[in-house]
């Protein structure tokens, strides 16, 4: 069917036709309607495009969907029902500043840089340290968040921590995206109509639309990230705890300023102890858990595990803006 799907304030997922602009039907008597049965009758919808209805909240948004939260739970690998489950739950008073949960799509080029391993014996952070060597191309990546914002505040703010603090915010989808490059690289003019300058950036702004598994994504992955609100509590603490005493730690010393005509000095990055402790702890229990599934598989046999290189398949050459570009990566 083609159509948009509708975020309701009522908490009711809706959708409407494109032939029938008057009228919006709730997805659910639509799946009961015609494909009862259908366990997989909400991926129909997965790509077709989401209006936000005014004074919606993150509450709404989840008791809409929670007829599918099984499917999505196992779309998202996080834990929908268990969300679903902690904002039915009282709260206590919002201590958060946060006005509205934003949507918004952004993309980003930046110069690519020539990736050098980890000498036998170095530091980390001399490694991070290190000076960088460009290449000719570029890094252009783009992604769909959802963060918290503040009126006047240019700030995003993130979502992660505790979702009684956000559960009752409105969510509001952007409809313009932006493309954002450094102003060293010099990929976007400033004289040219529309473009806009911010700290070391220019970015332009161009309309876009969001699809429905965008805007799940946007909130689960980006937005709440943990698997559920019970994992984000302990990580919470655990960060706490971490930082505890690094305000003690915290250089007294202010920035001199730069004398005319002197050059700004490079930033040096510090990596402060533990910083990485729970990224090192999830890359291990990833590991263990594969190693597991592994020895599964292979005990079980009845179809080959193959071990070593798999060679991907590459096209002899690439044709770009009328260019060819050789499997070398020379044009």
């Not at 995003?156 to 995206?177: A, C, D, G, M, T």
Request: glycine share 6%; aromatic share 10%.
């Amino acid at each position: 069917m083609e159509g948009q799907l509708i975020f309701c304030s009522d908490s009711i997922l809706r959708f409407r036709s494109d032939y029938d602009q008057t009228t919006a039907l709730p997805l659910l008597s639509i799946q009961k309607t015609i494909s009862n049965t259908d366990p997989f009758f909400l991926l129909r919808f997965f790509r077709h495009t989401v209006l936000i209805e005014e004074r919606t909240t993150l509450a709404n948004i989840f008791f809409a969907i929670e007829p599918w939260k099984e499917l999505l739970t196992a779309y998202l690998d996080r834990d929908v029902g268990a969300y679903i489950d902690e904002i039915r739950k009282p709260s206590q008073p919002t201590t958060w500043d946060l006005e509205w949960i934003g949507i918004d799509r952004r993309n980003s080029v930046y110069r690519a840089y020539q990736h050098q391993d980890m000498r036998d014996g170095e530091d980390f952070t001399a490694w991070l340290n290190r000076e960088r060597i460009p290449i000719g191309e570029f890094d252009i990546e783009s992604s769909c968040d959802a963060s918290g914002f503040i009126k006047g505040d240019k700030e995003r703010w993130s979502l992660s921590e505790n979702v009684h603090e956000i559960k009752n915010l409105p969510v509001i989808l952007y409809n313009k995206q932006t493309l954002m490059t450094l102003q060293k690289d010099e990929l976007l003019r400033e004289s040219a109509s529309g473009v806009n300058n911010i700290d070391r950036g220019r970015f332009v702004y161009g309309e876009t639309s969001f699809s429905f598994y965008e805007v799940m994504e946007a909130i689960f992955i980006s937005g709440l990230f943990f698997h559920s609100p019970l994992v984000a509590e302990s990580s919470y603490e655990e960060l706490k705890n971490s930082f505890s005493g690094l305000e003690n730690e915290v250089s007294k010393e202010t920035e001199p300023n730069l004398a005319d005509g002197e050059e700004e000095k490079p930033l040096k990055i510090e990596v402060a102890d533990g910083a990485f402790d729970s990224l090192i702890s999830h890359m291990e229990s990833e590991t263990e858990n594969w190693q597991l599934i592994k020895k599964q598989c292979q005990k079980e046999g009845s179809l080959p595990v193959r071990i070593g290189v798999i060679t991907p398949a590459k096209p002899p050459e690439l044709r770009l803006c009328g260019e060819i570009y050789r499997d070398s990566g020379e044009a």
